[in-house]
């Protein structure tokens, strides 16, 4: 049976990853959150103490890049794979506000793209594989047999990201992820390196009016088209 690439891009909290879990289970692929690599190093350089006030040491950074090393391994009982930073299970750790207010300045600076580049291409090699993020199909696998662009209304996005984290009372105000997913979406997509944007070839959905029933059928015609071409 022959297998594709399946690149999945777009803003912040539009539902890329509850997608691409769904396809990658359906189609019995591998699924990557390539978010989820560069949560990971924004939180060793939170642990690290290199981020301060929003300025980062980014010399420091650079220095400590070889010492992070990060791995997934699949989780069962979740059906997902569990995030490791150093052998350190931090699936949840890099969910926290800290994070996501720190990750998009770690994400912009060249040395780390390469190096979690060069590690998303290797986990793509043999294809059978949906990944999400912000330059999957732009830079990571430019050749993705199939290429989707998510959108949905800033305040859409931030109702369902709350939803999604405010399960305890120190979770997040409702203004705080608006604020959080604004900036990152920005920062995201006026940084010189990789910037997020579409790809000519990728096809756009706006799922603020969709629902997820709705987008997967519609995904899955294009999959199939795919896998018949
Ligand atoms: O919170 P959300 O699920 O929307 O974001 P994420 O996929 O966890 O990604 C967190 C951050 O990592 C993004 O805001 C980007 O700054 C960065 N990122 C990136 O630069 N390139 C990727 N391929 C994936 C994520």
């Known amino acids: 049976m022959k297998k594709i690439i399946i690149a999945i891009d777009g803003l912040s909290s539009t539902g890329k990853s509850t997608l691409a879990k769904r ?10 959150d390539s978010g989820a690599m560069y949560r990971a190093v924004a939180l060793y350089v939170l642990e690290k103490k290199l981020i301060n006030g929003g300025e980062l040491n980014t010399p420091k950074m650079i220095i400590e890049l070889p010492n992070i090393s990060i791995a997934f391994e699949h989780n069962m009982d979740i059906n997902s794979f569990d995030v490791y930073l150093n052998d350190v299970k931090v699936s949840k750790a890099i969910r926290s506000m800290e994070v996501s207010n720190a990750v ?3 994400a912009a600076i060249p040395q780390v793209r390469q190096q979690l580049v060069r590690l998303q291409q290797q986990m793509g090699a043999q294809k059978g594989i949906v990944m999400d993020g912000r330059d999957i199909g732009t830079v990571v696998f430019p050749n993705a047999e199939l290429k989707l662009f998510m959108t949905a209304s800033a305040n859409i996005r931030a109702k369902r990201r709350y939803d999604e984290l405010s399960t305890n009372s120190s979770s997040p105000s409702l203004q705080e992820v608006l604020d959080n997913i604004n900036l990152r979406d920005e920062l995201d997509s006026t940084r010189k390196d990789s910037p997020l944007l579409k790809s000519n070839d990728a096809i756009e959905f706006d799922n603020s009016q969709l629902s997820q029933e709705q987008q997967f059928e519609k995904i899955m015609e294009l999959v199939n ?5």
């Not at 396809?23 to 990557?32: D, E, R």
């Not at 088209?225 to 071409?229: A, D, G, I, V």
């Open 104 to 106: 998009s300045i770690v």
């Open 225 to 229: 088209s795919c896998l018949q071409l």
């Open 23 to 32: 396809l990658a289970k359906h189609l019995n692929y591998t699924y990557v």
